[in-house]
């Protein structure tokens, strides 16, 4: 079909067939039911809040269950998340929830970076999901989804304000995950200031452009107790699951010396209001709410940060094939240029490594004919000192034949003159005591 001819297909005004008799796909939504409930559904909570502020216990009492409980100590040297899951089932509906707890929250001395691993945890569960649907053999009908799909941040109860590390850390999570904000043990705060710590609260989040979850209002059936559900946020609540007998009926509550905090009288806290909007009414919407608006932002950035777009720079529809040849193209160009840059490199290393050994030759060169001119200089003076000694040498040679010639004349002389005086002897006798080498002369 022509695109033209499509555009006056959807213009057409739809017409309305009135049916002869029962077809039966009126049993549709049963349809759909019927195949959740087969299906099972599947629920994760994030719980931060401070070390002891009554995540478990909450947690506990929402369910009306207990979870298994390990205290946290305070000394983590940061916010580790645990996360635990359990098989819940009501009347024929299965229930996978996951707890997640942010363990260690708010222990630091450093606070900076204790949002860091919230955020992080969330984005694994959404890339985990993200990863799954781009599989070729998806099997996303029985994948344990992970998601977080409710943060419920719970609140020190001080009557004061928020601390900046809970406006920080929320305002970190709000593009990531439904956040609820609930006054943690409000059983230690009185009504009045109650009140005051709440519409406090609220500012504080609106000044800061803290976005938390609103219930949502656009389906009829829920709409009106939605909104009368948002004016009341944060949620003040107190948790137990201890069971204390008010009149002649047990219910949990919190018993103290001057009297009971009933967790489940909405005259004492908003538990009941938060179970109710948690749990019986916005289950689905929060679950939606984390498909459509926070995985969708979470796989928009991350296929754009992956270079994928929906149209070219001319703004046409460019579709995940055309995207997929583009970047090869581009990466198959940036290859060969990183090959021809990695070539160039290589030639102007091997062309620096030739000359500094050039350079290094001739370095050696130069050291060698300077070395040789010394060494001739030394063979030329010992040769001439050898000249030297060896002219001395004949001198003194010849001068020792003199004196040898001289001795023997004298001795011949005196065997032909046997009675000369014995002063001309010792004249004869007296010969020089030494020969000096230097003036070529005798001395006495
Ligand atoms: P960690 O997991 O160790 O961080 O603690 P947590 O936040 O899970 O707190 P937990 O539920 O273990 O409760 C800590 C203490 O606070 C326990 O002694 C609870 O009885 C008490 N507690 C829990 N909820 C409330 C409440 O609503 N009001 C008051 N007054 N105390 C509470
Ligand atoms: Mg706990």
């Given at each position: 079909m022509a695109a033209t001819d499509l555009e006056r297909f959807s213009n057409e005004e739809k017409r309305n067939l009135s049916l002869g008799g029962h077809v039966g796909f009126d049993s549709l939504p049963d349809q759909l039911v019927s195949k959740s409930v087969t299906q099972g559904f599947s629920f994760n909570i994030l719980c931060v809040g401070e070390t002891g502020i009554g995540k478990s216990t909450?947690?506990?009492?929402?369910?009306?269950?207990?979870f298994e409980t390990e205290e946290a100590s305070h000394y983590e040297s940061a916010v580790r998340l645990r996360p635990r899951t359990y098989d819940l089932q009501e009347s024929n509906v299965h229930l996978k929830l996951t707890i997640v707890d942010a363990v260690g929250f708010?222990?630091?001395?450093?606070?900076?970076?204790?949002?860091?691993?919230?955020?992080?945890?969330?984005?694994?569960?959404?890339?985990?999901?993200?990863?799954?649907?781009?599989?070729?053999?998806?099997?996303?009908?029985?994948?344990?989804?992970?998601?977080?799909?409710?943060?419920?941040?719970?609140?020190?109860?001080?009557?004061?304000?928020?601390?900046s590390l809970d406006l920080v850390t929320m305002k970190k999570l709000d593009s990531k995950v439904n956040i609820i904000p609930i006054i943690a043990k409000a059983d230690t705060i009185s009504k009045s200031e109650l009140h005051k710590f709440k519409i406090k609260i609220m500012s504080e989040l609106v000044s800061n452009g803290v976005?938390?979850?609103?219930?949502?209002?656009?389906d009829e059936a829920v709409a009106e107790i939605n909104s009368v559900m948002n004016a009341h946020l944060p949620f003040a609540v107190v948790g137990s699951t201890e069971e204390v007998k008010?009149?002649?009926?047990?219910?949990?509550?919190?018993?103290?010396?001057?009297?009971?905090?009933?967790?489940?009288?909405?005259?004492?806290?908003?538990?009941?209001?938060?179970?109710?909007?948690?749990?019986?009414?916005?289950?689905?919407?929060?679950?939606?709410?984390?498909?459509?608006?926070?995985?969708?932002?979470?796989?928009r950035c991350k296929l754009e940060e992956m270079g994928f777009k929906d149209t070219d720079p001319d703004n046409q529809p460019f579709s995940l094939q055309e995207t997929y040849e583009t970047k090869r193209k581009e990466f198959l160009g940036e290859l060969q240029r990183?090959?021809?840059?990695?070539?160039?490199?290589?030639?102007?290393k091997v062309k620096e490594t030739e000359?500094?050994?050039?350079?290094?030759?001739?370095?050696?060169?130069e050291k060698f004919e300077h070395l040789k001119r010394i060494h001739q200089e030394e063979k030329r003076k010992v040769e001439e000192k050898r000249k030297e000694l060896e002219e001395e040498m004949n001198a003194f040679n010849r001068r020792r034949v003199a004196v040898e010639t001289l001795q023997s004349q004298?001795?011949?002389?005196?065997?032909?003159?046997?009675?000369?005086?014995?002063?001309?002897?010792?004249?004869?006798?007296?010969l020089p005591s030494a020969y000096s080498i230097t003036t070529g002369r005798y001395v006495n």
């Open positions: 909450l947690m506990n009492t929402l369910f009306n269950t207990t708010g222990d630091q001395i450093n606070k900076d970076e204790s949002y860091r691993p919230i955020v992080e945890y969330i984005d694994t569960q959404f890339e985990n999901y993200l990863q799954e649907e781009l599989k070729i053999r998806r099997s996303l009908f029985n994948y344990h989804d992970t998601r977080i799909h409710v943060c419920l941040y719970f609140i020190t109860p001080t009557g004061h304000s928020l601390k976005q938390i979850y609103q219930f949502p209002t656009d008010v009149g002649n009926k047990l219910v949990r509550a919190r018993q103290y010396p001057w009297g009971v905090v009933q967790v489940e009288n909405e005259s004492h806290c908003d538990f009941v209001k938060l179970r109710e909007m948690l749990i019986r009414v916005n289950m689905e919407d929060l679950r939606e709410q984390t498909h459509t608006r926070h995985y969708e932002l979470y796989r990183k090959e021809e840059e990695m070539r160039q490199m290589f030639v102007n000359a500094e050994l050039k350079e290094k030759e001739r370095e050696l060169h004298s001795l011949q002389a005196t065997s032909q003159q046997p009675l000369k005086k014995d002063k001309d002897k010792k004249n004869f006798f007296s």
